[in-house]
C-alpha cells in the first residue's frame, strides 16, 4: 500500500483534476497498484479517462497542475498520468495526453499497462477499469511485447551513450525479463520477479545487484568507471538476450 505521503499527493491531485478537466476515472497501475512500490524510487503510474479529448486550454491547465506537484512536492516528479478520453479506449495505437517526464506528450495505453489495470489496477475515483476498458487477448500482449524488444529495446542499444543513465540500465534489464516471463507464461511479474528472473537467466550478477540496492537498497553513487563498465556488460548482455527471445517467439508463432 502507498505511504502516507503518497497518499497525500495522490488525494491532493485528485482534487485538482476534477477542476481541471471532465473527471470520469483515475486508476492506478504499475508498481503503485501490483505491490512493489518504493516511495521515492518508483513512479506514481497512473490513468486519467476523461469525458471528452482535452482541449488545448485544458491541456494548458494539466501541464501547469503537474508543474506545481513538481515543484512543491518531493513524489511530484515521479507522478505519471495519461489523460485518454472514454470514447478512444478501445484503440490500443491511438495515442492520447500524457505527462511523463516532466512534459506532456502523446502516446497511447500500451497493451501491458491495458494488462496491468484489468489484473491488479487501483481505482482512485470513478468507475473500474472492467467497466470502461476493452480487455487484451494472450495474443495482443504477446505482439506487443516482442514488437517492443525488436523496434524499440534491441534499436536502442545502438546509442552506447543512452546506456550511461541508470534509467536505461534498469529499465533495459527489467523489461527483458518481465517480457521473457510473459511470453512464456502469460504472466506479467513485478520488478523484484524480475530481479530473480535475469538472475536466473545468467545476468551478470553485478549488474542485478546494481539493480537491487537503487530500488531496495541503500546505493552509493556510481563512479565513472563503474557507469561505463555497467553500460558495456548490460548492452553485452541485452543484445543477445533480445535475438534468442525474439526469434523464438517468432518461430514458435511460425
Given at each position: 500500500m502507498?505511504?502516507?505521503?503518497?497518499?497525500?499527493?495522490?488525494?491532493?491531485?485528485?482534487?485538482?483534476?476534477?477542476?481541471?478537466?471532465?473527471?470520469v476515472?483515475?486508476?492506478?497501475?504499475?508498481?503503485?497498484?501490483?505491490?512493489?512500490y518504493?516511495?521515492?524510487r518508483?513512479?506514481?503510474?497512473?490513468?486519467?479517462?476523461?469525458a471528452?479529448?482535452?482541449?488545448?486550454?485544458?491541456?494548458?491547465?494539466?501541464?501547469?497542475?503537474?508543474?506545481?506537484?513538481?515543484?512543491?512536492?518531493?513524489?511530484?516528479?515521479?507522478?505519471?498520468?495519461?489523460y485518454?478520453?472514454?470514447?478512444?479506449?478501445d484503440?490500443?495505437a491511438?495515442?492520447?495526453p500524457?505527462?511523463?517526464?516532466?512534459?506532456?506528450?502523446?502516446r497511447?495505453?500500451?497493451?501491458?499497462?491495458?494488462?496491468?489495470?484489468?489484473?491488479?489496477?487501483?481505482?482512485?475515483y470513478?468507475?473500474?477499469?472492467?467497466?470502461?476498458?476493452?480487455?487484451?487477448?494472450?495474443?495482443?500482449?504477446?505482439?506487443f511485447?516482442?514488437?517492443d524488444?525488436?523496434?524499440?529495446?534491441?534499436?536502442?542499444?545502438?546509442?552506447?551513450?543512452?546506456?550511461?543513465r541508470?534509467?536505461?540500465?534498469d529499465?533495459?534489464?527489467?523489461t527483458l525479463?518481465r517480457?521473457?516471463?510473459?511470453?512464456?507464461?502469460?504472466r506479467?511479474?513485478?520488478?523484484?520477479?524480475a530481479?530473480d528472473?535475469?538472475t536466473?537467466?545468467?545476468?551478470?550478477?553485478?549488474?542485478?545487484?546494481?539493480?537491487?540496492q537503487r530500488?531496495?537498497?541503500?546505493?552509493?553513487p556510481?563512479?565513472?568507471?563503474?557507469?561505463?563498465?555497467?553500460?558495456?556488460?548490460?548492452?553485452?548482455?541485452?543484445?543477445?538476450?533480445?535475438?534468442?527471445?525474439?526469434?523464438?517467439?517468432?518461430?514458435?508463432?511460425?
Open positions: 502507498p505511504d502516507e505521503a503518497t497518499e497525500q499527493l495522490l488525494t491532493r491531485f485528485v482534487d485538482a483534476l476534477g477542476s481541471a478537466v471532465p473527471l476515472a483515475l486508476w492506478a497501475h504499475g508498481s503503485l497498484a501490483g505491490g512493489d518504493r516511495p521515492g518508483s513512479d506514481l503510474d497512473l490513468i486519467a479517462v476523461l471528452r479529448p482535452c482541449t488545448p486550454a485544458e491541456q494548458e491547465r494539466l501541464s501547469g497542475l503537474h508543474e506545481r506537484l513538481v515543484r512543491t512536492d518531493p513524489l511530484g516528479a515521479q507522478l505519471h498520468c495519461g485518454p478520453a472514454v470514447a478512444e479506449l484503440d490500443p491511438r495515442p492520447h500524457a505527462w511523463a517526464h516532466q512534459e506532456l506528450l502523446r497511447p495505453i500500451t497493451p501491458v499497462t491495458r494488462r496491468e489495470l484489468h489484473e491488479f489496477g487501483r481505482v482512485r470513478g468507475q473500474p477499469p472492467a467497466g470502461l476498458l476493452p480487455p487484451v487477448t494472450a495474443d495482443q500482449l504477446a505482439a511485447v516482442v514488437e524488444l525488436a523496434c524499440f529495446w534491441r534499436p536502442a542499444l545502438d546509442h552506447p551513450e543512452w546506456w550511461l541508470e534509467i536505461w540500465i529499465l533495459g534489464l527489467l525479463a517480457a521473457g516471463t510473459t511470453l512464456r507464461t502469460g506479467l511479474i513485478t520488478k523484484a520477479e530481479l528472473v535475469l536466473g537467466a545468467g545476468a551478470p550478477a553485478e549488474l542485478v545487484e546494481d539493480i537491487r530500488r531496495y537498497g541503500d546505493p552509493r556510481a563512479s565513472d568507471a563503474w557507469r561505463r563498465r555497467r553500460a558495456e556488460l548490460t548492452r553485452g548482455y541485452l543484445g543477445p538476450a533480445i535475438d534468442k527471445l525474439v526469434a523464438e517467439h517468432r518461430a514458435g508463432g511460425s
